[in-house]
């Protein structure tokens, strides 16, 4: 399951060229969800586990693309606030058997090196 949080734009282009590099003309088995769910929200985190299992859905990863869009409200800083973030994490890996992987980009004025 892939939480398309900055929406979807892009993300066709993102899948073509996915499919070319592998070498595939379908996408494998993945369901896009294109909003964000706001992890410091038990009620949206209740609703994810909700849809996928309404959906008969056992996905082995879910991706939150970006944390950040899915953190609002929330300061990164803060060991509570992060510690929220990450129990919310924690209930959909237990509820789906997943596992969760969050992007989270540098800033855009940041080198890398």
């Not at 892009?10 to 595939?24: D, I, M, N, P, S």
């Not at 088995?29 to 859905?57: G, K, W």
């Not at 300061?75 to 606030?81: I, V």
């Not at 959909?92 to 989270?104: D, M, R």
Request: contains cysteine; charged residues 25%.
């Amino acid at each position: 399951a892939y939480v398309a949080a900055e929406g979807l734009h892009g993300l066709r282009k993102r899948t073509r060229a996915w499919k070319l590099a592998k070498g595939v003309e379908q996408l494998p088995n993945i369901r896009f969800i294109p909003q964000p769910v706001q992890l410091l929200q038990p009620r949206e985190v209740d609703r994810l586990v909700e849809t996928l299992s309404a959906h008969e859905l056992t996905p082995g990863l879910i991706i939150f693309d970006t944390f950040a869009r899915c953190f609002l409200g929330g300061d990164e800083n803060s060991a509570a606030t992060m510690g929220e973030a990450v129990e919310s994490v924690r209930k959909i890996q237990v509820a789906t058997g997943a596992a969760v992987l969050l992007v989270h980009h540098t800033r855009k004025g940041d080198s890398v090196e």
